[in-house]
């Protein structure tokens, strides 16, 4: 097997399966997929099964007068029709804050709030019936703006004062403030000999999955709720829907259904509750599935933000300050806003030594649609700003931004401005070297496929610029500030059939990142089997936490090797006890205990006969801490990832076209356990990225969403995909599983600004908002001449 690409050698892998860890390993549903005859939780039938529905507001402010569902009871076909009157437990859930109706009560905060629920034995029916529900609002303004949050006296508030736990003050969600070397104070700014300042922008972003939410509850006859659906967080959801459900946590109980992606989307609750509700109402299996629109309504989105930034350096290019400020606007509800604001504020200087720090992350409440998980989790935001002002201090300073990011790299050793110490390899510098010395594209020809507008026939090459840009970005691996981050996983060993089998049992959700591929991998690499069954994720087994964080390959892939590890010992246990063995140096392989010394000792099917084995274990990572609500001191964070991008684009300056021409990037991965896989995710989280940087935004107005489908809401296809060169590195986290490094999120990061660094450079434009749009590029305003 290939050794780690690292001089420090820091982890070594004992078997050699073809099919183990390190290997280029196929994704066992990958052929149902690809052929469309994988089950998606939207293919879910049950016999006698309804149909559910709900209706929504559609104001993004408003008072409920009264709620008449009599005209709804009369449809013919119509099962249940529920209101918040009909909840048999509390009426709010969260998942840290319980601040969000199951249904609405006196009130809709947002566009698209659920407000009653309907039954039917057709989905025609059920969306007729809901119709049919005559709610009387009082419609109010919203608070929609920053400014209109930050003064509730006048606008409002979205939550009555000191009615939810965690609230800082009026509509401030969550503040943090991260302070190092004393602050940016007079003294400190009088040491730069260069300053540049700039206010940021970034849109609202939609995840984007292509599988809407969707699910079936079925009725169990010891009163409770069996549910299968499509999440991110098995053990999560349970936890919030048992109190609303008016059940006890082991009478619901969630299996996981195929999953058409998440990227974040899917961490909240959407329709769970909902069809538990009117399954245990009526009596029935109850479906629900979301069209387009209401999946628009029904999930999350990214955190839209306004970043202000100052940044001052030396006249060699040596950061001296950063004094920043970000503002999130986390909708009507808190979601998982305070862990954002968390990583926007100890992440926002990004991956660079800065000795001196004022920032300050807040998350206000507004009546704009909820905001919360989506890949990269407020690392995004504050990439694009401060990628943003490197670009524009080396041009202040008249000197190559790459070297200049690479002046100011971290490196291990170095503390970030939470007072942490990276205590693994670094390799920021490295990776802006190896992307630089990537080879350029070549121009484009007279094809008008290679022109901006491609067969639009809007442009023969006039008016095209070329421009390169790059970024660099820092995100973090794992559950922060204190949480209880840690996975459980089940392995049982057993002979089928005359051969080994170990069956891998866990509630990781699989949602396309390939932990039902990795999962594999670490059995057939720690137990010497072929055979590997991977159990379907339940709430069975005990948690295995969010496929979030890009935590579940170092998280649950770390359990099962743990839970693989107590199975190979206890063989070897057997093994001694049944033989008298004396070796220390057992391994097993090919099915069979092998000792260096003696060599073939016994086969794995002999020594377990008719007698499984079976452990459970934990795994917890290292633990962090808070940060200090002040300062922002503390070991908040368990791992840290980097990826730097190059992005080479073609504009039409005339018609404000943008073409993004090439892609690459480099990335720390630790270990590749599956080295394709991580490709491939390195590919889809820089496609996310472009999405954000020149096409992909939720627009609203005065909080109502005025573009809820593909249509209106653009999303990257194949032919808005560029070439994507990836240049993985292996330097191995000693703190980690196999020395792995979390690699999902990180290269959502650096896209976006090394996009629209790239569009700079052809444009002359500061370009200070993302998605960039083409008035963005053909109306100059006054600073930009």
Not at 484 to 508: C, F, I, K, M, N
Not at 601 to 630: K, Y
């Amino acid at each position: 097997m290939t050794p780690l690409r690292t001089e420090k050698n820091l982890v070594k892998i004992t078997t050699d399966h073809p099919h183990g860890v390190g290997t280029d390993a196929a994704r066992p549903d990958g052929i149902l997929k690809v052929r469309g005859e994988f089950a998606y939780s939207s293919d879910l039938w049950a016999e006698d099964m309804l149909w559910g529905t709900a209706l929504r507001s559609p104001h993004a402010r408003a008072r409920i007068r009264s709620v008449d569902v009599s005209r709804a009871l009369a449809v013919p076909g119509v099962h249940a029709v529920l209101t918040h009157e009909d909840l048999p437990g509390v009426k709010t859930y969260g998942l840290e804050i319980q601040d969000q109706p199951a249904l609405a009560v006196d009130q809709v905060r947002h566009h698209g709030e659920p407000v009653a629920l309907v039954a039917a034995d057709h989905p025609e029916t059920a969306r007729r019936a809901a119709a049919a529900i005559a709610v009387d609002y009082e419609v109010l303004e919203p608070v929609c703006t920053e400014e209109q949050a930050l003064d509730p006296e006048r606008y409002g508030y979205v939550h009555a004062p000191g009615e939810y736990r965690g609230k800082a003050s009026g509509n401030v969600l969550h503040r943090q403030r991260v302070v190092s070397g004393g602050g940016v104070t007079d003294e400190v700014r009088a040491r730069a000999d260069v300053v540049v300042r700039g206010t940021y922008e970034v849109g609202m972003q939609d995840q984007a999955f292509l599988g809407p939410e969707s699910g079936l509850a079925v009725p169990a006859e010891d009163g409770g709720v069996d549910l299968y659906v499509a999440t991110q967080w098995l053990h999560v959801d349970r936890r919030q829907m048992a109190p609303v459900l008016g059940l006890p946590e082991e009478r619901v109980r969630i299996t996981l259904a195929g999953v058409g992606g998440a990227f974040g989307g899917r961490e909240d609750l959407s329709m769970q509750i909902h069809a538990c509700l009117l399954a245990l109402r009526t009596g029935r299996p109850v479906k629900v599935v979301y069209g387009r629109e209401e999946s628009f309504f029904g999930h999350v989105h990214r955190h839209p933000a306004r970043l202000r930034y100052e940044h001052g350096a030396t006249r060699d290019g040596r950061l001296v300050y950063v004094d920043a400020r970000i503002v999130l606007d986390g909708g009507a509800y808190a979601s998982s806003s305070p862990a954002v604001v968390g990583n926007a504020a100890s992440l926002g200087v990004g991956p660079y030594v800065v000795p001196h720090v004022s920032m300050e992350a807040l998350a206000l409440y507004t009546n704009n649609p909820p905001c919360g998980a989506m890949r990269g989790f407020g690392a995004v935001q504050a990439c694009f700003a401060y990628e943003s002002q490197m670009d524009r201090l080396a041009a202040a300073l008249g000197t190559d931004p790459v070297e200049l990011r690479r002046l100011n790299a971290v490196e291990e050793g170095d503390a970030l401005p939470t007072g942490q110490r990276i205590d693994s390899p670094a390799p920021v510098a490295e990776l802006l070297r190896r992307v630089k010395a990537l080879p350029l594209p070549p121009a484009a020809g007279a094809d008008l496929r290679e022109m901006p507008g491609a067969l639009s026939n809007t442009t023969h090459g006039e008016g095209v610029v070329r421009g390169v840009g790059y970024g660099v970005g820092i995100k973090n691996v794992g559950f922060s500030e204190g949480f209880d981050d840690y996975s459980t996983a089940r392995v049982r060993l057993e002979v089928v059939g005359g051969e080994p089998v170990a069956l891998v049992h866990t509630a990781a959700a699989e949602v396309g990142q390939g932990g039902v591929t990795v999962h594999g991998q670490i059995a057939r690499t720690e137990l010497g089997v072929e055979r590997v069954t991977i159990h379907p994720a339940d709430t069975g087994v005990g948690s295995a936490g969010s496929t979030s964080a890009s935590r579940q390959t170092y998280m649950t892939g770390g359990a099962v090797k743990m839970a693989c590890e107590a199975v190979r010992e206890e063989l070897f246990a057997r093994g001694r006890a049944r033989h008298g063995w004396t070796h220390d140096d057992l391994s097993l392989a090919g099915g069979k205990v092998v000792s260096e010394a003696g060599g073939v000792l016994a086969s794995v099917a002999d020594l377990l006969g008719d007698d499984a084995i079976e452990r459970t274990r934990e795994h917890h990572h290292r633990p962090t801490q808070p940060f200090d609500p002040e300062t922002g001191q503390g070991f908040g964070h368990v791992q840290y990832s980097f990826c730097a991008h190059r992005a080479v684009v073609d504009v039409d300056v005339e018609l404000g076209l943008v073409k993004v021409v090439e892609l690459a990037a480099a990335q720390d991965v630790g270990r590749a356990v599956n080295p394709g896989a991580v490709v491939g995710q390195i590919h889809g989280g820089s496609v996310q990225g472009l999405g954000l940087a020149v096409m992909e935004e939720v627009v609203t107005e005065g909080g109502r969403v005025r573009n809820p489908s593909f249509t209106d809401y653009l999303i990257p296809t194949l032919l808005d995909t560029p070439p994507q060169p990836v240049d993985v590195l292996e330097l191995a986290d000693p703190h980690a599983p196999y020395g792995l490094r979390g690699a999902g999120e990180a290269p959502t990061l650096s896209s976006t600004p090394a996009i629209v660094s790239a569009i700079r450079a052809a444009t002359g434009l500061a370009l200070r908002r993302v998605p960039v749009r083409p008035e963005h590029l053909t109306v100059r305003r006054p600073e930009e001449g």
